[in-house]
């Protein structure tokens, strides 16, 4: 019995032998190359099957603590949509004094092929290094021999001098990630807190552990009573000793498995905002024989701190580079709103984007101006001074781009974008010098970020929200006939503002008006454009007006002696967006819209009404939006009113099932159809 149990626990370990997965670098399977798709999410064009990062803090005498981390990853490519997977890249900054460095790259890609794995190198020439600005360089790695199937395994060390900002570690992606591990240790003399995100429990765990660290220093103490006997200290030896110092170090341990992808949904935003992650926030350091420095701020201390900086508050004070340009292009404006409107236009016309981000001056106002070009920070600091110079007030506003994410604690790196706001009779204008197509206080849709936060000139700052207040109205009045042949023949005359104007000027500004056609009927599908004409196409601070005529064939549907039409036409939502079962994240709109149709249909000649769709009104809970519907006969002509309104740009995924069940409602509505019947 007892040699039976025996053969059985042999068994249990030479199948677990068999099946474990082994993670160590360059202990790819075969069966992992064979796998075709991923076991619990067929449709995943890849999965992370290794990540680890261990970071550990070293020091050096003449440096001080400078954190090290190890990054190890191997990736699963299924499919073509993965290969985008196959670059990986790596922010490094740096100041004038210290920076952030990757060594000891090792990549490989494995394929498998006639039944062998075959191993493919990264070479150096698949390494390269671009500069974003003067404090954010980029490295990159390009992997080789991309197939569907293969597997790609890199590992690395980061080293960075700032141990007062730690990336963020991430245990989700919009792929599986089936196993992850994190292991960070602090000496005792950096104190950090942790601030968790995601719907997955992350299990992080504390413990603590000895280290020794050894350091050098020089007894002078012969020196000393060298000089206290009158004798030259030169002549006299300096004693050089090391010494160790014992301290504890706080871990933080996370392991984690089968993590389930977070996939996007329509409407997402930034889906890094939602995924599971830990970052680490330095609270405090308590070296030996030193005071505490605390490093946990607010933002107004963050705001005031980069207020200071000369990249940034003496900029504003910079007028003298464009005193006699702002005077002559004011030269008899004498309303307040006129010369914001000068200032501005003539800010985004004039200076030209290098596509650099950041809240800081790069080449700094005066240098930007005469060369026409800067970064985010010297045009909009730029913008900020001229118009405080023109008797409006002007402050600069900090943003966090949505790429750039929600900082979920204070700190300088959460905003990396700044604009202007200027107040006229206590209206506040947002305005972004850069943006070249934009107008006052419809900024794009990047920048329209959680809050910013206004630094004016006495160090008190503002929170400042970024979306628009009112909704952007898209109103289309459209008249229809149907013709002898069943064509449908139509005018329409739309208005657009806010941000639909905005998205219209990008879309149709730069092109013709044969292109101009073209484009429409690729988004209108089925319809003919006959004749179009904008009004105020180039004029930004003006809504935008567009009318067209068209054709549609096959719009009305013949059947007997009744024809069935839909009034929407090309204005008809194309599908319900909210498919998905659940749903974890937020619903972001971007910005708040509404959408306003009325549509006149002549009844043909020799037909009636047979039955017109019923009216229906629908709110969403909490007032955050509304859709209204109602059909009427008058005078020959059926008119169709519509309007539906979303008042929330934002809405949280607690009111998914509601927004599901509301554009349920609305397409339904849309799909319903007039009868008309031969009298």
């Not at 701190?305 to 007028?319: A, E, V």
């Not at 001056?361 to 005469?370: E, L, M, R």
């Not at 506003?397 to 300088?412: C, D, Q, V, W, Y």
Request: overall charge negative; charged content about 25%; aromatic content about 12%.
């Amino acid at each position: 019995m007892i040699k039976h149990y025996l053969i059985l626990i042999g068994f249990i370990f030479l199948g677990q032998s068999v099946t474990a997965q082994n993670y160590k670098f360059g202990k790819v399977s075969k069966e992992e190359l064979a796998e075709t798709a991923h076991k619990s999410d067929p449709e995943a064009r890849a999965a992370v099957l290794y990540r680890k990062t261990h970071t550990k803090f070293n020091y050096s005498q003449d440096d001080g603590f400078e954190v090290v981390t190890e990054y190890h990853e191997r990736i699963k490519i299924y499919n073509k949509e993965g290969y985008d997977l196959a670059t990986h890249q790596i922010g490094l900054y740096q100041t004038s004094s210290a920076k952030e460095a990757v060594s000891s790259i090792k990549a490989v890609t494995y394929n498998l092929v006639d039944g062998s794995i075959k191993e493919s190198k990264l070479q150096n020439k698949g390494v390269f290094e671009e500069e974003r600005n003067k404090t954010l360089k980029v490295k990159k790695f390009t992997m080789p021999d991309i197939q569907d199937g293969c597997i790609i395994e890199f590992k690395y060390t980061f080293t960075s001098p700032f141990y007062s900002t730690i990336d963020e570690f991430r245990f989700q992606e919009n792929i599986p990630v089936d196993k992850v591990e994190m292991k960070f240790y602090a000496p005792e003399y950096l104190v950090y807190r942790t601030h968790g995100k995601g719907a997955i429990p992350l299990g992080l765990e504390t413990t603590k552990k000895s280290r020794t660290i050894r350091y050098r220093y020089e007894d002078k103490s012969l020196a000393k009573a060298g000089q206290e006997a009158n004798t030259s200290a030169r002549e006299l030896p300096t004693k050089r000793s090391t010494t160790e110092v014992e301290f504890t170090e706080n871990g933080y341990l996370i392991d984690l498995e089968n993590i389930p992808a977070l996939k996007e949904e329509p409407f997402a935003g930034n889906l890094n905002n939602y995924l599971s992650a830990l970052q680490l926030e330095l609270s405090y350091t308590k070296f030996p024989n030193s005071q505490i420095r605390n490093y946990a701020t607010t933002w107004e201390d963050v705001a005031k701190k980069i207020y200071k900086s000369d990249n940034f508050g003496k900029q504003l004070l910079q007028t003298k580079y464009f005193k006699k340009d702002i005077d002559n292009l004011l030269s008899g404006v004498t309303d307040p709103k006129e010369k914001m409107l000068k200032v501005y236009d003539y800010v985004k016309e004039k200076m030209n984007w290098n596509e650099y981000y950041g809240v800081y001056a790069d080449v700094g106002v005066k240098k930007a101006y005469s060369e026409n070009v800067g970064n985010v920070a010297d045009i909009n600091l730029m913008l900020a001074a001229m118009l405080n110079y023109a008797g409006i007030e002007a402050n600069p506003i900090l943003l966090s781009t949505k790429a750039n994410g929600i900082p979920f604690f204070p700190t300088r790196s959460g905003f990396n974008y700044v604009i202007t706001g200027a107040i006229l009779k206590n209206n506040l204008y947002l305005l972004d010098g850069v943006d070249k197509t934009g107008s006052p206080s419809i900024l794009k849709s990047n920048l329209l970020n959680w809050k910013g936060r206004m630094i004016q000139s006495d160090g008190n700052s503002l929170l400042i929200d970024l979306l628009p207040p009112k909704p952007a109205v898209h109103t289309s009045l459209m008249n229809l006939e149907i013709d002898e042949d069943l064509m449908v023949i139509g005018n329409s005359k739309n208005r657009y503002t806010g941000h639909y104007a905005r998205n219209q000027r990008t879309k149709f500004i730069s092109l013709n008006e044969d292109e101009q056609s073209e484009k429409m009927e690729e988004d209108f599908e089925s319809l003919e454009m006959i004749d179009h004409s904008f009004k105020e196409i180039d004029n930004y601070s003006k809504p935008l007006t567009l009318e067209y005529n068209f054709e549609v064939e096959d719009a009305v549907e013949e059947i007997g002696d009744k024809l069935y039409i839909n009034p929407f036409l090309h204005l008809a939502t194309k599908e319900n967006y909210f498919k998905a079962e659940e749903r974890a994240y937020p619903i972001d709109f971007i910005y708040p819209w509404s959408d306003k149709y009325n549509v006149s249909i002549t009844i043909p000649e020799g037909y009636t009404v047979e039955s017109l769709p019923d009216p229906l009104s629908i709110n969403l809970s909490n007032g955050m939006g509304s859709f209204r519907y109602g059909v009427s006969q008058n005078a020959g002509k059926i008119i169709v009113t519509y309007q539906n309104l979303m008042k929330t740009p934002i809405i949280g995924a607690e009111y998914y099932k509601d927004l599901q069940q509301y554009y349920k409602m609305v397409l339904e509505k849309e799909a319903e159809k007039i009868v008309l019947v031969k009298m």
